[in-house]
């Protein structure tokens, strides 16, 4: 009979691209998954990849296999939910993996509202800049905190639920010290020094399209994924970010923010889940967490037009973080890409 492990490994080698890729991901050394590897080519007799440079690419036979594993792989998984809906209890690990610019105003309050309703209950966050719906499929994580953009087609792989959270619009921030705060439309942008993300990530091409429909091709003096750095350059008067409304946070001193009268660029956010028969109440009670603090987030603090917050610094000298009072959730460091959060 064919291990359901090795089918896993299988699938994830063939994703991957690489058994070095796949071990990693599924936290295994490569000589363990090379082993067990040999172990299911023993079992169908027939050798299941093969070598391509530095990667390797599946025979027909595994390729074949891989067809079956994605189905017998869903199975057990829509068995898992079924056994866990009749449970109807709350299990104890999930992980999610969720964007760096939603760790302040929604995950971290999900989480920290989840530890205090499911104590037993340990999620694992992955901070990453893209949204891994792909990870939904393999089986690396179980809920995804993702977005998408007006201009993108809404299109939802195969086997993936989606629940919206939150229309999240870009502000325009610039200092403190700096004139206006009226709403503006995008055109007036056209002469200013823009701290922007680059045009190949969603959120830089929606940039560019609005930019463009308004009749201009953005400057963008500063390129970078990373909104707190976006927003230090805003706060030290040396640029005009555009950031969404959840990345700001409401108590940072030194900026101005104004939201965009004619073309507003929006971004959706969204839990993604694996589709099946029965709910998981584990996934189920992560994505009601944050669906909870998106809505508490957009009613408790959203920002209005002209917006400003000087507090005890303001303009080049100021600190990010100083608004913050101790002990408030966000007071902590923004994880990065590759580091974990876990909360128990």
Known sequence: MLDVRRLNMLRTVAARGSITAAAQSLDLTAGAVSQQL???RDDVGVDLLRPDGRTVTLTEAGRVLVEHADRILAAVREAESAVAAVKGAVGEAATLAALPSTVVRIVAPALTALGERHPRLTVTCLV???AQLRELALGTVD?????RYHHLPEDTPKG???T???DDPLLVVTAA???GG???????LATHSLALPPSGTDCGQAVLQACRQAGFAPTARYVTTDTSAQLALARAGLATALVPRTAVDPDAPGIRTASIEDRPIVRRLFAATRRTGSADPTSAAVVTALRTAALEGREGSALTDGHERRGAATGANANPGSGRKSGEPGAAAVPGASESVRTT
Request: proline content about 7%; cysteine-free.
């Open 160 to 162: 993936v639920e989606i």
């Open 128 to 130: 990453t800049d893209q």
């Open 177 to 179: 010290d700096r004139a």
């Open 182 to 188: 009226r709403p503006v439309a995008l055109r007036e």
């Open 143 to 147: 809920v995804v905190l993702g977005q």
């Open 38 to 40: 040999a172990a299911l």
């Open 164 to 166: 919206p959270l939150l």
